[in-house]
């Protein structure tokens, strides 16, 4: 059984910047890490992901501006986003798959993760 719980989402302004949190808790084996997002009427975006090693992956609208990171003592997975813009807006969940390491955070790939949060949602304005 994996659950996990976001928290960290809030309104800010365009340039901004925010940090969320994944307190993830699950038995047995390491498991993937993410952050999707979704905005309403889009497809749900991959935005980082990191391996149960720490090795980090980011969506192209992630890179340069977000930063993943694992604490692997306390399962819990944090996304630092800096100079946040309007089209960052969404809900953004953690999402957990089995196994050391994620795959690649192309379009679609949300169907490979198996467990999700319930999101929390960042408005910028």
């Known amino acids: 059984h994996v659950q996990l719980v976001e928290s960290g989402g809030g309104s800010v302004q365009a340039g901004g910047s925010l940090r969320l949190s994944c307190a993830a808790s699950y038995t047995g084996d390491p498991h993937c890490l993410a952050w999707f997002r979704q905005a309403p009427g889009k497809e749900r975006e991959g935005v980082a992901s990191t391996d149960s090693d720490g090795h980090q992956r980011y969506g192209d609208s992630a890179l340069g501006r977000f930063t993943a990171s694992r604490d692997s003592t306390t399962n819990t997975l944090y996304l630092q986003m800096t100079n946040l813009q309007p089209e960052d807006t969404g809900m953004y969940y953690c999402?957990?798959?089995?196994?050391?390491?994620?795959?690649?955070?192309?379009?679609?790939?949300?169907?490979?993760?198996?467990?999700w949060g319930q999101g929390t949602q960042v408005t910028v304005s």
């Open positions: 999402a957990a798959r089995g196994g050391m390491y994620c795959p690649e955070l192309s379009r679609g790939n949300a169907v490979l993760f198996d467990y």
